[in-house]
Every structure is written in structure tokens, then in C-alpha cells.
């Protein structure tokens, strides 16, 4: 078992990885809705597509680790 400051120390690179993919996934997502009406002609470019997509990916895998450092947390199993 980790000690509780490697615990902690995952804790903080877990919510700093989540909120880099978040900003991410939040980036994708704007790129591609300023591609419609009445910026764009509403035909967002495959690669934004694409980047959105791996960015939604990325953030729910980062967002996973968050969530079952919380469920760790909450059934005692963390310091």
C-alpha cells in the first residue's frame, strides 16, 4: 500500500490530469460549435471531429481515475 503522501501525491496528478483534459475536451467542443451558424457554414472540419473525439475520450479515462480515487476515499480505503 502507498504511503499517505504518494497517495496524496496521485490525488493531485489525478485532478490536475482531469482538468488539462476537461480544458481540452473544452476546447474541441468550441472549435467545432464555432463552425455553425452564424460564424461557420455548419460543416465542422474532420480533424476537429477527430480531436474532439479523442479529447472526449481522454477526459473520461482521466476522469475514471478521479472517480475511483473518490470511491477509495469514500470506503476507507485511502488515508
Given amino acids: 500500500?502507498?504511503?499517505?503522501?504518494?497517495?496524496?501525491?496521485?490525488e493531485q496528478q489525478a485532478i490536475e490530469d482531469e482538468r488539462r483534459s476537461f480544458e481540452r475536451r473544452q476546447r474541441a467542443f468550441l472549435t467545432v460549435t464555432k463552425q455553425f451558424a452564424p460564424y461557420g457554414n455548419g460543416t465542422p472540419l474532420d480533424a476537429d471531429l477527430q480531436e474532439l473525439d479523442a479529447a472526449d475520450a481522454d477526459w473520461k479515462a482521466k476522469n475514471a481515475i478521479v472517480e475511483r480515487i473518490a470511491e477509495e476515499i469514500r470506503n476507507g480505503k485511502r488515508r
Avoid: G, K, P
Avoid at 500500500?1 to 496521485?10: K, V
Fill in 1 to 10: 500500500m502507498a504511503t499517505a503522501a504518494e497517495q496524496r501525491a496521485e
